[in-house]
């Protein structure tokens, strides 16, 4: 009977993909000294479940800063952000996040960093082993398993990193501008990659970039920040076919979209200039 | 260079390599050409500069003798103690000292204010507070390796790019798994360093202590050779404990490149 296999595996370790609700969520750097900087000012914001969802704006806009409240990193000073788990207090494993720079375990191998999130999980030796081969597989790093990061070029270290992110099978994904620092050619091959590990895995999304087409590309939705301090200036619906590869950058839905899109950041990218001076 | 391409060596041949480390030792040579020279010509009394043949002599003598080997193995092992404590407690500290503020402001001071002094001056005081037998020694050891790997792990922890740790929690691991597992981990070539320090003074503090305070040892040894008059011995024993924390430091120096071998690429 199917009981017998349910009970070889006694709990169920996969994080249910969960949509996320931001709410009147403000933020400001060095809140406790007079000269506090507001990076977030009343930020609302509802991700549905399995939501592709790219967070768009200017350098300094509070994107990453919205998304590390998301993670848990940092703590929540205003409004209230939650999951289906709950009000986020803390990091954990139903939110995992994959960094612009990596962060990988330098002193791990490929397949170590991988393994220690499953370990962490509650993994038996055998399905961790079967696991850490499946998702590095799936970045394509079969063969590099006994790899320090530091022998890896930028978009294998950031393959790895992506794969040990997924094996321990958030429910939330947070990427924070994950493939700013590849050249690119990588950088496009990856955009491909991840839309089509989505695709698969039906997980929700946060995805922080300041690059137009890689938020057209991968998104379902955008959200356009302004300059600081960072507010959601425009919500847009990206109604492009779900199976996207290199002929989606010549659809004119894609091109116009862009260009829209465009401008509405440019705005917000010259305010951010004038800000400064 | 890496080890990592297993096999394929592709260093200089052995040849080479043997011609490279005499050349880089030479200076040794020019050294010990220098020191029989000045012997010869009568400027420095030969007993002061007893010629490198008779040192010999003595430290054969010395070693079949049994003396050498006893009185050292008796320093090492306070050596040993006193920095095998250090270590402990000092990473110890080191990473509360990171973690947690109040334990910070607390030791932060302590360890500012201790830590240019020289710990040698703390001989008359172990003595009186423990007397002769090897716990002053092995406390003065502790005392003064303790800070270098203090510092050492504090720097190192205090360093640690934050996203690893973010990366880690959000991997689900708990704040004492992050501390363990990552902490630790990435403040390991600092702890080394600190460490490497540490064993650099555990040799100066094990024998100018047994200069003082022993009635056994090789610092003991060095000082009653010398009011003894036996010049040669004493210069054999002085040249033997530098030959071993020569070879201490090298030995370490390969443990922890094998331990940071993941920093190569």
């Known amino acids: ?277 | 260079m890496s080890d990592i391409l297993a096999g394929g060596r592709t260093g200089p041949p052995l040849a080479y390599a043997i011609v490279n480390t005499a050349v880089r030792f030479s200076p040794l040579l020019l050294l010990a050409l220098g020191w029989e020279f000045l012997g010869l010509t009568g400027l420095v009394s030969q007993q002061m500069l007893p010629g490198l043949g008779e040192i010999a002599d003595a430290f054969s003598s010395m070693l079949f003798g049994g003396e050498l080997l006893y009185n050292t193995a008796r320093s090492i092992s306070r050596a040993a103690a006193g920095l095998g404590g250090a270590v402990v407690v000092g990473v110890l500290l080191g990473l509360l000292m990171a973690q947690f503020r109040p334990v910070r402001l607390l030791f932060n001071p302590i360890v500012q204010i201790f830590y240019p002094m020289p710990k040698s001056a703390l001989i008359p005081v172990v003595m009186i507070w423990l007397g002769l037998g090897d716990s002053s020694k092995i406390l003065l050891i502790f005392l003064g390796c303790l800070l270098p790997v203090v510092v050492g792990t504090y720097n190192g922890a205090r360093g640690v790019n934050p996203f690893l740790l973010w990366s880690a929690a959000s991997l689900g691991a708990s704040r004492v798994d992050v501390l363990r597992e990552v902490v630790l981990r990435a403040a390991m070539p600092d702890i080394l360093n600190g460490c490497r320090t540490a064993l650099a003074f555990s040799f100066i503090l094990m024998v100018s202590s047994e200069f003082v305070i022993a009635t056994d040892g090789v610092g003991f040894m060095i000082s009653s050779l010398g009011d003894g008059g036996q010049y040669p011995a004493m210069f054999a024993a002085i040249f033997f404990v530098a030959g071993i924390g020569f070879a201490a430091d090298r030995l370490y120096a390969m443990f922890a490149r094998r331990a940071l071998r993941w920093r190569e690429a």
């Open chain 1, 1 to 277: 009977m199917s009981v017998t296999h349910l009970s070889a595996s006694p709990r169920s370790r996969a994080h249910t993909a969960s949509g996320i609700s931001v709410r009147g969520v403000s933020h400001t750097y060095g809140a406790r000294t007079a000269g506090g900087m507001l990076a977030l000012d009343g930020i609302d914001l509802e991700i549905a479940d399995g939501e592709f969802h790219c967070l768009l704006g200017p350098s300094g806009c509070g994107k990453s800063t919205l998304l590390y409240l998301i993670g848990g990193f940092i703590p929540v000073q205003a409004g209230v952000i939650a999951t289906s788990a709950g009000p986020v207090t803390s990091p954990g494993p139903d939110r995992s996040i994959v960094f612009q720079n990596f962060a990988l375990f330098p002193w791990k191998t490929v397949k170590d960093n991988v393994l220690y999130g499953l370990k962490k999980a509650g993994f038996n030796a055998a399905e961790r082993e079967q696991r850490a081969r499946h998702y590095i597989d799936m970045v394509h790093l079969t063969g590099f398993e006994n790899a320090y990061p530091s022998q890896l070029s930028g978009g294998m270290q950031q393959r790895a990193a992506i794969a040990r992110t997924l094996a321990v099978d958030p429910g939330i994904l947070l990427m924070d501008e994950p493939f700013g620092a590849l050249d690119a050619q990588t950088r496009r091959v990856m955009q491909e990659e991840l839309r089509a590990i989505w695709r698969d895995s039906r997980k929700t999304v946060v995805f922080v970039t300041h690059d137009v087409q890689e938020a057209v590309f991968l998104a379902d939705r955008i959200s356009i920040m302004s300059a600081r301090p960072g507010r959601i200036q425009h919500v847009i619906d990206v109604d492009l076919p779900k199976d996207r590869g290199e002929e989606i950058l010549e659809n004119r839905e894609f091109i116009r979209l862009s260009e829209q899109i465009w401008r509405l950041v440019r705005e917000q990218a010259v305010a951010a200039t004038r800000g400064a001076h």
